[in-house]
């Protein structure tokens, strides 16, 4: 691999080329590899929240409908028990 990297060069002479060292390329992927692993890493947390807030919100919401029903069923029982006409047909 040449670079755009030149040594000085005395007037009217050629730029001599040369290569990038290996290390250079080594720690660049290594530097990316890093980099995307954190994305990742990020994006996952934030999905896992995301989920488990979720799976919160529906529990929670289940059981306040749970509560609802049962609040609902009492005072319907309640206002049955304090009516005046009383439904004999059942006796």
């Known amino acids: 691999m040449f670079s755009l990297r030149r040594r000085p060069v005395p007037d009217g002479a050629r730029p001599d080329w ?3 060292p290996a290390w250079s390329w080594m720690l660049a992927a ?3 590899v890093a980099v995307t692993a954190l ?3 990020v994006g996952l947390m934030q999905a896992f929240r995301r989920q488990h807030h979720q799976e ?3 529990v929670l919401t289940d059981l306040d409908a749970t509560e609802r029903r049962i609040t ?3 005072t319907k029982a309640v206002e049955q028990l304090g009516s005046v006409s009383l439904d004999l ?3």
């Open 18 to 20: 040369r290569p990038i």
């Open 30 to 32: 290594i530097g990316v």
């Open 39 to 41: 994305i990742v890493t």
């Open 56 to 58: 919160i919100a529906t």
């Open 72 to 74: 609902e069923l009492y």
């Open 89 to 91: 047909s059942c006796l």
